[in-house]
């Protein structure tokens, strides 16, 4: 840059004082100017010589800047209507550029500094004659911080405590001019009270002249501090304007004391019944939470083993009713605070059957049992034979008992409400009689083929089990094949050849009495010569073997028959197989025969014919 040379300064002072008398110099320029860090700054600069009067030939511009507190000031700029010219070796001489015109000039200040701040910038205009006038602008250099940090404090903090007790902390770094930290409670804003709420303000400034600001509050917590969020909001100043940033909420912990506590039962869902595992589980309202202490109150002063805030009952009885309580371990708790559930543990004792285990009864008797069980709560009683339900109710009424009544008899007793709970006992009736013939008939007619084999068979119920003795009024040929004993009954049966007209008679007897079965057989001839066979055989089973032989060749041709008219019987290989594959229906021929061979059977060996079926 050039500096002026001394002797056109002397010219230009000796051409003011020739000009004739000018109008007086106006000049204008702003108070302030607001930039961000790093921005240009614009500074204007206006001046004038009147509406009415002649602008003077020479004008000269010069450009000024002093620190806040300093008295001396340094030209950074000098122009006329011949030269522009930037002073050497000052602050701005690489960061300053000016723009003149017309009754105009604009100092720009390219990126702005802190020290640029509250820096005082003047415009001198010298008119000659005209006069000379300057105007002060002030540069202000703002830079906003960076986002709010809040952090609050890790651990909790008590309702009993007396002052108020640090919270948290917010910090907002690197503003210029130092910004201002605000707190807020669930969106209100905080304000300092004795007491109750205060506030701990720091600030420091960086090598780089931001400034970073820290605020700790400070606060007497209550319980219902607890849901409360907490924020902090920075405020700073911005050309033109004040903007603000706001933190994140933090939620502090909170300490108290537990003043309400509950009890309750969490397992298992329902009624207790006796062998159930109960857990019982205790809250309070204090935090953190605290650990409890378990009692009944039939023994207040005796603590129960639990673990934590839960109790666990194995194997529940009758015994364990009762009313249960749990309070805070905490000493800093209320003594009055506790928590208290009642339990019952309902039961179903083993029922009781009267008769028990055995009773005998005799034809014709009645009998009434009884089932009873000791229950906390109402049952219902159902008694059962051979699975199936025959009576309801305590009671069971046995009347004109019979060999049928005779039996195993159920009672099971069961809680409605809880169906868990269930009971039973039973009874073994025993029926005693004496012998009575399984058919009603005493006396059995018919005839019967000389020299046939007859099965006649005799079944009498009893208790105890009736003694079967046979007794023919003839001489004939016989034997005893089947003889039977049951609980109930006995069974006989005996072989006779036919020789002659005789009477069989069956004699069933106990120590209670005896019955007899007649059976009277008349001898007719044999119309074919019988074959001879032996007793046990009998003469039926000749007959049978004829018979199936006769009905086997009657199916085999009836098959030949049908496959002939299906033309279904070749010569050749597949004939073979195609009648392999019709077997699968001969199934239900033999079941048919079986059938008739049974029937056939029956009818030559029943013993209870009448001698009209004969």
């Known amino acids: 840059m050039t500096v002026l040379p001394r002797g056109l300064a002397l010219v230009f002072v000796h051409a003011c004082l020739l000009h004739s008398v000018w109008t007086?110099?106006?000049?204008?320029?702003?108070?302030?100017?607001?930039?961000?860090?790093?921005?240009?700054?614009?500074?204007?600069?206006?001046?004038?010589?009147?509406?009415?009067?002649?602008?003077?030939?020479?004008?000269?511009?010069?450009?000024?800047?002093?620190?806040?507190?300093?008295?001396?000031?340094?030209?950074?700029?000098?122009?006329?209507?011949?030269?522009?010219?930037?002073?050497?070796?000052?602050?701005?001489?690489?960061?300053v550029e000016v723009i003149s015109e017309t009754n105009r000039s604009v100092l720009t200040i390219m990126d702005v500094r802190l020290s640029d701040h509250q820096r005082e910038f003047f415009c001198q205009v010298n008119g000659l004659a005209a006069g000379s006038a300057e105007g002060k602008t002030v540069l202000r250099v703002f830079a906003p911080p960076e986002a709010p940090v809040i952090e609050a404090v890790p651990h909790g903090i008590s309702v009993t405590?007396?002052?108020?007790?640090?919270?948290?902390?917010?910090?907002?770094?690197?503003?210029?001019p130092k910004p201002n930290i605000t707190w807020y409670k669930n969106g209100e804003l905080l304000e300092s009270?004795?007491?109750?709420?205060?506030?701990?303000?720091?600030?420091?400034?960086?090598?780089?002249?931001?400034?970073?600001?820290?605020?700790?509050?400070?606060?007497?917590?209550?319980?219902?501090?607890?849901?409360?969020?907490?924020?902090?909001?920075?405020?700073?100043?911005v050309p033109g304007d004040v903007r603000s940033l706001e933190s994140s909420p933090v939620n502090v912990t909170v300490h108290y004391p537990t003043s309400m506590v509950e009890l309750w039962k969490e397992s298992p869902p329902g009624l207790l019944r006796e062998g159930d595992t109960v857990e019982l589980r205790c809250q309070g309202d204090g935090h953190p939470p605290p650990t409890f202490v378990f009692t009944r109150e039939q023994q207040p002063d005796v603590p129960l083993d639990s673990r934590g805030d839960v109790l666990i009952l194995s194997s529940v009885s009758r015994k364990d009713s009762g009313l249960y309580q749990c309070r805070p371990g905490n000493p800093h708790s209320s003594s009055e605070a506790k928590g208290e559930v009642q339990l019952t543990v309902h039961y179903l004792d083993a029922a009781v059957v009267v008769p028990a285990e055995t009773e005998i009864m005799f034809r014709g008797e009645a009998l009434t049992a009884t089932c009873n069980a000791l229950s906390s709560l109402p049952t219902t009683t159902a008694w059962y034979k051979d699975g199936r339900i025959v009576g309801t109710g305590s009671s069971l009424l046995l009347q004109d008992a019979s060999y049928h009544t005779a039996g195993e008899y159920v009672c099971e007793v069961t809680v409605p409400v809880l169906p868990a709970l269930q009971t039973q006992s039973k009874v073994h009736i025993i029926v005693h009689g004496a012998p009575q013939m399984q058919s009603p008939e005493q006396e059995v007619r018919m005839e019967q083929p000389t020299g046939r084999v007859l099965n006649l068979s005799c079944e009498a119920q009893g208790s105890p089990p009736p003694t079967l003795s046979w007794s023919l009024s003839a001489a004939q040929s016989w034997e005893e094949v089947v003889s039977r004993s049951f609980s109930h009954s006995s069974l006989s049966v005996v072989s006779i050849r036919v020789s002659a007209d005789f009477?069989?008679?069956?004699?069933?007897?106990?120590?209670?009495?005896?019955?007899?079965?007649?059976?009277?057989?008349?001898?007719?001839?044999?119309?074919?010569?019988?074959?001879?066979?032996?007793?046990?055989?009998?003469?039926?089973?000749?007959?049978?073997?004829?018979?199936?032989?006769?009905?086997?060749?009657?199916?085999?041709?009836?098959?030949?028959?049908?496959?002939?008219?299906?033309?279904?019987?070749?010569?050749?290989?597949?004939?073979?197989?195609?009648?392999?594959?019709?077997?699968?229906?001969?199934?239900?021929?033999?079941?048919?025969?079986?059938?008739?061979?049974?029937?056939?059977?029956?009818?030559?060996?029943?013993?209870?014919?009448?001698?009209?079926?004969?």
Request: hydrophobic share 40%; with cysteine.
């Open 193 to 237: 009270s004795p007491g109750q709420v205060k506030f701990l303000v720091l600030h420091w400034r960086s090598s780089s002249g931001l400034f970073t600001v820290q605020n700790t509050l400070l606060l007497r917590v209550q319980k219902e501090t607890r849901d409360a969020l907490f924020s902090c909001r920075v405020s700073f100043s």
């Open 503 to 614: 009477s069989a008679v069956c004699n069933a007897s106990n120590d209670l009495g005896s019955e007899a079965r007649v059976f009277s057989i008349k001898a007719v001839p044999m119309v074919t010569a019988p074959a001879a066979f032996s007793p046990a055989e009998g003469s039926g089973v000749f007959i049978v073997v004829i018979i199936l032989g006769l009905l086997l060749l009657a199916i085999l041709g009836s098959v030949i028959y049908f496959l002939h008219k299906k033309n279904r019987l070749p010569c050749g290989r597949s004939g073979k197989q195609s009648i392999t594959k019709e077997k699968g229906n001969t199934k239900d021929i033999v079941v048919e025969m079986k059938t008739e061979e049974s029937v056939l059977l029956k009818a030559v060996n029943g013993d209870k014919r009448a001698p009209t079926e004969q």
């Open 161 to 176: 405590e007396e002052q108020p007790a640090k919270i948290a902390v917010c910090e907002a770094q690197n503003g210029f």
């Open 24 to 95: 007086k110099l106006e000049l204008s320029v702003q108070d302030s100017v607001e930039v961000l860090l790093g921005a240009p700054a614009l500074i204007p600069c206006h001046y004038g010589f009147g509406p009415s009067s002649q602008e003077p030939p020479f004008v000269m511009l010069q450009w000024f800047v002093r620190s806040p507190g300093n008295s001396s000031r340094a030209r950074i700029f000098y122009g006329d209507s011949g030269q522009q010219l930037v002073d050497n070796n000052t602050e701005y001489s690489e960061r």
